[in-house]
């Protein structure tokens, strides 16, 4: 069975700093994988898919990468903003399982 | 529809109450998935819909929860005997076909008393 783990499960960076959420799951034979947004009380919004074939996937300032053999999957946010801060989810979408999420807080 | 649409958005019942949660998918999306949200966690799959069927139905924690979609759109997510414990946030996606990207919609809150 495919485990999804996200550490750290909370960050505190201060506004602007560059930073990387991490995912990792345990059985590598996956299709795709996704990555999502939550804010308190709301439904997940869609960050990057990446697709098995890729590497990685950009939208402005956010960068995930997938390394299929080593089980991780990064997600890089480059100068942070307050308007950052919120739970960030990784899912295997092919096992359709979820990590539970890194809760992130960008202070001004 | 233009997004993932579930109602009713909060839903409160007593314990031992039956309760149904309706999702309407993207229209085209032939993949359709529930999943059940506690405070603090991930999402948890509970079943997943390819068409009418049910392709996969092993994160039914018990046998009082059912799910249809009898015309490869809308489902309805079926809680019989509702107990305190089911008390969460239920999350439907959609997807253009299996393996695709999600979008989901804002879930129902259920809160059972």
């Known amino acids: 069975k495919q485990e999804v783990t996200q550490i750290p499960a909370a960050l505190s960076v201060p506004e602007g700093e560059n930073l990387v959420l991490n995912c990792s799951f345990t059985?590598?034979?996956?299709?795709?994988l996704q990555w999502f947004r939550q804010d308190p009380g709301k439904g997940l919004t869609s960050l990057l898919l990446?697709?098995?074939?890729?590497r990685e996937q950009t939208s402005g300032r956010l960068n995930a990468s997938l390394d299929k053999s080593s089980g991780r999957s990064t997600l890089y946010i480059a100068a942070s903003q307050p308007g950052d801060s919120a739970t960030y989810l990784c899912?295997?979408?092919?096992?359709?399982?979820f990590g539970a999420g890194t809760r992130l807080t960008v202070k001004p | 529809g233009a997004g993932v649409s579930q109602t009713p958005s909060n839903k409160v019942t007593e314990k031992g109450k039956y309760v149904e949660l309706r999702c309407d998918p993207i229209s085209g999306h032939t993949a359709l998935y529930w999943y059940r949200q506690s405070l603090g966690q991930g999402p948890e799959f509970l079943i997943y819909?390819?068409?009418?069927?049910?392709?996969?139905d092993s994160g039914l924690p018990n046998d009082r929860f059912f799910a249809v979609r009898p015309e490869g759109s809308v489902s309805t997510l079926k809680i019989q005997r509702t107990e305190r414990g089911d008390s969460a946030v239920y999350l439907c996606?959609?997807?253009?076909?299996?393996?695709?990207?999600?979008?989901f919609g804002s879930g129902t809150r259920l809160t059972v008393v």
């Open positions: 819909f390819q068409g009418t069927g049910a392709a996969d």
């Open positions: 899912a295997v979408i092919s096992d359709m399982r």
């Open positions: 059985d590598s034979a996956i299709y795709n």
């Open positions: 990446i697709q098995s074939s890729q």
């Open positions: 996606a959609s997807s253009l076909d299996p393996g695709g990207g999600y979008t």
